[in-house]
């Protein structure tokens, strides 16, 4: 899933896609460097963001949407929180709806899902971006955030969605310490157990930087590269990623060792 954000204010690529005809050649890009599915974004979640009006964000995302639609063939993810977003993007041809706050912020989001028949990404976050990454603490987080999933999978199916339209993610750094995240990863497996496909987004990631003292977002490829062959190994199914055609490569060889 390659990332594309019409924000001018993403943690790293704020303000890169702005433009529909740059944001279409970026979205061609990595399409042709592998990817499978495209996420589209027009509020930023990094933390500390505050929330955007709904008519901002569409304002920011149609056109984007419309010219990426477009150029490419590929399925279209509509990031958002908002069911009127959600709706308006489902109305110009995205396929599937990422909500960053699981049907928690907008009730009206998951019946849509149910209603347009779409697949639905449900992710754990503590709380909300602005506010997430004050002091986070968990007992056990793994366990958290699993049980978390499950209770959010069973209000989207009880919303009307299909079992199979529903994908988990554990949120990596959404309201997590360093040592959230290490745990998240270290045993995603019991998120895998959950029984719905996982999707994981550590591209670029502060914890990545931190491991790696990289504070140059761009700059944490390699230690990216490592945590999205981790998450495979562990049974993630989607990954999330900035660079498309580095991780390409690293998921063909994580899955064909994960898979052999
Ligand atoms: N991470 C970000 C945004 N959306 N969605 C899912 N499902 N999982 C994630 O881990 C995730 C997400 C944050 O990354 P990015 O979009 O690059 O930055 P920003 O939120 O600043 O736009």
Known sequence: MGVLNATPDSFSDGGAWLEPARAAAHAVAMVEAGAAVLDLGAESTRP??????????????????????????????????????????????????????????????????AREAVPVVLMHMRGMPCTMQRAPRYGDVV??????????????????????????????????????????LARLDAVAALGYPVLVGVSRKGFVGQLCGEAAPAARGWGTAAAVALAV???????????????RDVVAVAAAVATA
């Open 48 to 113: 500390g963001a505050e929330p955007v009006p709904p008519e901002a964000e569409l304002a920011r995302l149609l056109p984007v949407l419309r010219a990426v639609r477009r150029a490419v063939g590929v399925p279209l993810s509509v990031d958002t929180m908002k069911a009127a977003v959600a709706r308006a993007a489902l109305g110009e041809g995205a396929d599937l709806v990422n909500d960053v706050s699981a049907g928690r912020f907008d009730r009206g989001m998951l019946a849509l899902c």
């Open 143 to 184: 366990r958290t955030v699993a049980d978390f999933l499950a209770r959010r999978a069973g209000a989207a199916e009880a919303a009307g969605v299909a079992r199979d339209a529903i994908i988990v993610d554990p949120g990596f750094g959404f309201g997590k310490t360093l040592a959230h995240n290490l745990a998240l």
């Open 233 to 247: 190994a562990r049974g993630a199914r989607v990954l999330r990623v900035h660079d498309v055609a580095a991780m």
